[in-house]
């Protein structure tokens, strides 16, 4: 495995990394070109979670993925845009070096946790916004991915929010009203966006499911392929549900939402198979 620090979308803050994950080249495997896993761990952008994000890119590595954990913008520095142009550049740059690390670039996905998700919803959905392109100095799609996976994600800046997430994206600068319409991803899907598959549990107390129900109403309105489960129990920030992700003993092991991810890469399979 291949495993170093090869970006930083703000040069002068090294605290702001994309670290890849990558497979080893060898004439004895059978891919050709591999697809790729672009990680967003969750944390309110306060943090970073571990727990959501070499374990993430561990696992897609073993399905066949390429993959890159993003440690983005967070705390003071995370009103948006900041956190969203971190993404699209960290896009960009494994598009530009798709060769050499032997990705498909038009097999680029990205799995976003909690805060992450929210980030990567945005992701998905502001890829083509025009104010967007030109701070990120793109000329057509380099920021685009082809889906999305959002794991109990933040999606609205309403009755339902997860305020912390949403506090530190609309900044102290920004007008209240503003921030919670223009981050209110579910407000902001367009026929453009890109599918998602989405997870999340009945008994999550922190971000309230219907996070996840307001993104797939959006998708369905404008007609984006989106598939969803939502698990009877099981408390929020489950990552991988199982002992690699979990904390002191049994914490944040689910059986029942442990199968998300398995769900995940047969969903991404068949997106792959729509994108030849």
Known sequence: MIHEKVFYPIPSDESVVLTSYLHDRSPEYTYKKRPCMLVLPGGGYEVCSDREAEPI??????????AFVLRYSLKSKAAFPRPLIDALLSVKFIKDHAEEYNIDPQQIFAVGFSAGGHLCAALGTFWNDEELKEQCG????????????????????????????????????MAKTYGVEKYSIE???????????????FED????????????????????????????????????????????????????????????????????????
């Open 57 to 66: 890119a561990l696992a897609y590595m073993n399905r066949g993925f390429n």
């Open 205 to 276: 107390n922190c971000v309230p499911v219907e996070n996840s129900l307001l993104m797939a109403s959006a998708l369905r309105r404008n007609n984006v392929p989106f598939e969803m489960h939502i698990f009877t129990k099981g408390c929020h920030g489950l990552s991988l549900s199982n002992e690699q992700t979990s904390l002191n003993g049994e914490m944040f092991i689910n059986r029942e939402a442990e199968v998300w991810f398995d769900m995940s890469v047969k969903w991404l399979n068949v997106m792959m198979n729509e994108n030849k």
């Open 138 to 173: 793109f000329t057509a799609d380099e920021g685009k991915v082809a889906g999305t996976v959002l794991a109990y994600p933040v999606i609205t800046g309403g009755k339902h929010a997860h305020r912390g997430s949403i506090d530190n994206v609309i900044g102290d600068k």
């Open 187 to 201: 407000n902001q899907v367009h026929a453009q966006s890109a599918p998602a598959f989405i997870w999340h549990t």
